[in-house]
């Protein structure tokens, strides 16, 4: 079975500043899909970025990118220019390439943007 | 944009009461999830849907649960008998293909148990 990491708990990071947030995984398969979503207060679950396994290049969207490394199974994401409303929880989150379509995440990083 | 659309937004019911949770996912898309997340803990796989009926379904999805797709819109999470465990915040999901893309979650349900 798959397993997600998030070994950050906690991380909190001043307005306009660059962060990153850490995010291993397990797997035995070659082809899958990594993805960041974003938890604010509201609770809603809102998709940041998504990685396909066999691409090499990093995934960016605006202010997030991400640093996939397949063979140490890291993916992490960078958010730059920090704002506001930034300030949530991010879950990394993985799934197969195969006949499962199912997420599996991790346990998340609270993440405090500050003035 | 297109949103998933879940009702009620919060629920509170007595322990071994039947809740039934409500989804309209988008409208085209095809495939049909739910998670739930308790409080202060990481979101959890339940069920998928396809075709009309389960295509992977957790452990956590054991007899107490079920889910339909009564009309072409709706998608139901129907918890028979309520455990005070059950309380969570239950998301449904939505995507237009199998795999590799992410889903487009709704806002979720808080159910309560008391």
């Known amino acids: 079975a798959q397993t997600v990491t998030q070994s950050q708990p906690e991380m909190s990071v001043q307005e306009a500043e660059t962060v990153t947030l850490s995010c291993t995984y397990d797997?035995?398969?070659?082809?899958?899909?990594l993805f960041w979503y974003k938890q604010p207060p509201s609770r809603q679950m809102i998709l940041v970025i998504r990685?396909?396994?066999?691409?090499?290049q990093n995934a960016t969207e605006n202010r997030f990118s991400v640093n996939f490394q397949k063979a140490a199974k890291s993916f992490s994401l960078k958010i730059s220019d920090s704002q506001l409303g930034d300030t949530a929880m991010y879950f990394c989150?993985?799934?197969?390439?195969?006949?499962?379509?199912?997420?599996?995440f991790g346990t998340g990083t609270r993440l405090q943007v500050t003035l | 944009e297109p949103e998933v659309t879940q009702t009620p937004s919060h629920q509170v019911t007595q322990m071994g009461q039947e809740v039934i949770l409500r989804c309209v996912p988008i409208?085209?898309?095809?495939?049909f999830y739910w998670y739930r997340q308790i409080l202060g803990q990481k979101v959890e796989f339940l069920v998928s849907?396809?075709?009309?009926?389960?295509?992977?379904k957790s452990e956590i999805f054991d007899d107490q649960f079920s889910v339909e797709r009564p009309d072409g819109s709706n998608f139901t999470l129907k918890i028979r008998s309520t455990k005070l465990e059950d309380s969570a915040m239950y998301f449904c999901?939505?995507?237009?293909?199998?795999?590799?893309?992410?889903?487009?979650f709704g806002s979720g349900t808080r159910l309560t148990v008391v």
């Open positions: 999901a939505s995507s237009e293909a199998r795999t590799g893309y992410g889903y487009t």
């Open positions: 797997t035995s398969e070659n082809n899958y899909y």
């Open positions: 990685q396909e396994a066999y691409k090499q």
């Open positions: 989150a993985f799934m197969g390439g195969g006949t499962a379509s199912k997420l599996t």
């Open positions: 409208s085209n898309h095809l495939y």
């Open positions: 849907f396809y075709n009309n009926e389960i295509s992977e």
